[in-house]
């Protein structure tokens, strides 16, 4: 139980064009769900979190317009990188936080990331 | 002030034998809890061990175990009988109640285990 998944796991972009990766708890629901991102050899640094049905919180520093997140469902959150440039290139990986009293509620669980080349 | 210290960059261990993972930690929140992922080079977080502030007991998870010593603020990872699909980078985080459930991640050991 308490699977994540992302979609797409990699992908290839010009500069210019914008990319929308989707996160989904596939076997729980989800209050809130997290976008971090991650540099190689680096941790994860969260860039905002993102509740069901409301305007998602981010963190200093990290541009709303740029990065827009959408959380349309208790299962569904998505990520769009608005007009893409080569230094948004980056490991992007998203969790989810199970409903209080789902399976492990303390815990977020992952998605596997999506490795995102822009040209 | 760093919240999650992780000292070791990197650590080398023998196939079969345990290996402690050290994790360190600063909050003034009475309520947190501590957490430890697997990264391997695929990239997927995977979930090992949780440690709540409150509980009285060190979590274990199968190989996993957690070495909660509260008034030094440290939750190293000990795993057992390590095995080489072990060699991943381990990431120690911590849940502050006043926090709004949000995740504050050390910067990573990366362990390699050898024959």
């Known amino acids: 139980g308490a699977v994540v998944s992302q979609h797409p796991s990699r992908v290839i972009c010009k500069s210019g064009t914008s990319v929308k990766i989707e996160c989904r708890s596939l076997d729980f629901q989800a209050t809130t769900m997290f976008w971090y991102r991650q540099f190689p050899k680096k941790s994860l640094m969260l860039m905002a979190t993102?509740?069901?049905?409301?305007?998602?919180?981010?963190e200093q520093g990290v541009e709303k317009d740029k990065f827009l997140i959408n959380h349309a469902s208790l299962t569904l959150s998505t990520l769009t990188v608005t007009s893409a440039h080569p230094e948004d290139s980056s490991f992007y990986i998203c969790?989810?936080?199970?409903?209080?009293?789902?399976?492990?509620?303390?815990?977020?669980?992952f998605g596997p990331g999506t490795r995102l080349l822009v040209l | 002030a760093q919240k999650i210290t992780q000292t070791q960059p990197g650590m080398f261990v023998q196939e079969k034998e345990a290996v402690t993972l050290d994790c360190t930690y600063d909050t003034s929140d009475p309520s947190y809890g501590l957490f430890w992922y697997k990264q391997p080079s695929s990239g997927e977080m995977i979930f090992l061990i949780y440690?709540?502030?409150?509980?009285?007991q060190n979590a274990t998870e199968g190989r996993y175990s957690l070495n909660f010593q509260k008034a030094r603020k440290s939750a190293n990872l000990v795993i057992s009988a390590s095995q080489l699909g072990d060699s991943a980078m381990y990431f120690c985080?911590?849940?502050?109640?006043?926090?709004?459930?949000?995740?504050?991640f050390g910067t990573g050991t990366q362990l390699k285990v050898e024959l």
């Open positions: 985080a911590m849940r502050e109640v006043g926090g709004g459930n949000k995740l504050t």
């Open positions: 993102s509740n069901e049905g409301s305007k998602a919180t981010y």
């Open positions: 440690q709540g502030s409150y509980d009285q």
């Open positions: 969790s989810a936080l199970p409903l209080a009293g789902g399976p492990g509620e303390e815990t977020q669980y």
